[in-house]
């Protein structure tokens, strides 16, 4: 009797032990190695995602440049229009010009053009009449130290042919418009001189 009650509890523990390997080797974790072709198909896939990164931030860089390009050609245009706008005002200016100076010179003869050199003294602008604009523009104007303020880059004519006003382009780039009478032509000096300071003709161009 007790000889089988051994053997029976030797049968348990062999079972027993027997179990609990089968349950050990259950829960052992699982470990894998890749294989060549799962390594290389993880490298393509890494590759992709990388090219598909930079072909995106290749995009955004060309999108971005475009837009640059955009931008400047519509600046430039702008300036190409602002210049034609200023480019027709002045031929409309120069065409206005002729038209008094051929309508003075009808009422007072041909002899109205050659006023400035009728002149043998210094003689202020506005006692000028039928003066040719080409005669005066491109003139130096100074002072009767013989320092040069500026130069003529424009006339305005009154109805009756006599200058009203002359443009001044100063030595600093500034300029200013300056009535004819402060402004008179030597025939001696073939200049135009004035009596206006720097200072004065500087306010004159900052009040415009």
């Given amino acids: 009797m007790m000889m089988r009650s051994a053997l029976t509890l030797s049968?348990?523990?062999v079972l027993a032990l027997g179990a609990g390997g089968a349950l050990a080797?259950?829960?052992?974790?699982?470990?894998?190695?890749s294989t060549p072709q799962e390594q290389a198909q993880t490298n393509q896939l890494n590759q992709a995602q990388?090219?598909?990164?930079?072909?995106a931030q290749n995009d955004d860089q060309y999108d971005a440049q475009q837009q640059s390009y955009s931008?400047?050609?519509d600046r430039y245009q702008d300036q190409q229009s602002q210049y034609e706008d200023r480019q027709a005002q002045y031929q409309a200016d120069q065409d206005n010009y002729r038209d008094r100076q051929d309508a003075y010179n009808d009422a007072n003869g041909d002899d109205a053009e050659n006023d400035i050199d009728d002149v043998s003294v210094p003689t202020a602008l506005d006692e000028l009449s039928g003066t040719p604009r080409d005669r005066l523009i491109g003139m130096d104007v100074e002072r009767d130290n013989g320092h040069i303020l500026g130069r003529i880059q424009n006339i305005d004519v009154r109805d009756d042919g006599r200058i009203s006003s002359?443009?001044?382009v100063l030595r600093n780039g500034d300029v200013a418009w300056v009535r004819a009478g402060a402004l008179s032509y030597d025939p001696n000096e073939?200049?135009?001189?004035?009596?206006?300071?720097?200072?004065?003709?500087?306010s004159m161009a900052a009040s415009g």
């Fill in 11 to 13: 049968t348990a523990l």
């Fill in 190 to 202: 073939d200049a135009v001189f004035t009596d206006l300071t720097m200072a004065e003709l500087d």
């Fill in 25 to 33: 080797q259950d829960v052992e974790p699982y470990t894998h190695m």
């Fill in 50 to 55: 990388l090219s598909g990164t930079q072909v």
């Fill in 166 to 168: 002359a443009q001044i």
């Fill in 71 to 73: 931008d400047a050609q």
